[in-house]
């Protein structure tokens, strides 16, 4: 229920800002990693908003954090070709579903850390907007165990790595160098970032790794100490944070998240 009232208010707020109906809507993506029902949640979405029975809806799940970024690529690849496509992408995480009480380091950075939220876009071709150029994703299988769900007791509990900073750090850096190179770009061409705020640790691996200055990493933090880390939708809290200090048409923007797998997804975005 909390995941339906969270993911339809962001998608109406979405469509606000882009000037969409709901009529128009003609795909809905969802991904969310902090519970499983069959039916999917996009099935209540459709329901909720009165959609149409005939558009394309996805669920998709696994990806934890690092959802939102394959979410859109999915979404990207249902509009390419086709000018009449329009569609949404929802990540929704209840995180509070999975919030246990032990003598377990990670529950206890994961209760302190973790929050509920949902993010949408819409996905159409429309001048003068974001533009999805390039996306990367990597996984490092090696590195599962330390940042995963697993059951206990029938209940999700949260499984975190002191090393986890550095693997992900490391996996990020890789990504981005995906996204840069193969276009002739490089760190410095780059006017905005927006990574997943996984934690203050994490963020300063990231800065060292990459060697980004403090005031690119502005937005990012600010939604970590405004909102906590809502799982996959955080990085979208994040654009939304710098598209609304203003984007400047040519600017380059890139997206970058990461979570179980362990795994990351960047997009490389120019406004």
Not at 176 to 202: C, M, S, Y
């Amino acid at each position: 229920h909390w995941a339906v009232e969270l993911s339809s208010q962001a998608i109406k707020n979405a469509l606000v800002l882009a000037e969409i109906t709901t009529d128009e809507i003609t795909g809905l993506v969802v991904n969310t990693c902090t519970g499983y029902i069959c039916p999917g949640i996009s099935t209540y979405l459709l329901e909720k908003l009165g959609l149409s029975n005939n558009i394309r809806i996805h669920d998709l799940v696994g990806s934890g954090c690092g959802g939102a970024i394959p979410n859109l690529q999915v979404c990207r690849d249902m509009i390419q070709g086709n000018r009449d496509e329009v569609v949404v992408s929802v990540s929704v995480e209840i995180c509070t579903a999975t919030f246990q009480m032990a003598d377990d380091l990670s529950l206890i950075v994961s209760n302190a850390l973790f929050a509920d939220g949902a993010s949408a876009a819409v996905l159409w071709s429309c001048p003068g907007a974001l533009k999805l150029v390039a996306s990367a994703s990597r996984c490092n299988t090696r590195y599962r165990e330390d940042i995963r769900y697993i059951y206990r007791n029938g209940q999700l509990h949260n499984q975190l790595s002191l090393q986890l900073s550095e693997f992900a750090s490391k996996t990020v850096a890789t990504v981005v160098n995906d996204l840069l190179t193969p276009r002739g770009l490089k760190q410095e061409d780059i006017n905005h970032w927006a990574f997943h705020p996984g934690g203050e640790k994490v963020i300063n691996a990231i800065r060292d790794e990459l060697g980004i200055s403090e005031i690119k990493l502005q937005a990012t933090r600010d939604i970590l100490a405004g909102y906590g880390n809502m799982s996959s939708p955080t990085v979208l809290f994040v654009l939304r944070e710098i598209l609304s200090k203003g984007v400047a048409p040519g600017d380059w923007c890139v997206i970058v998240a990461f979570g179980a797998g362990l795994s990351a997804h960047g997009f490389l975005l120019k406004a």
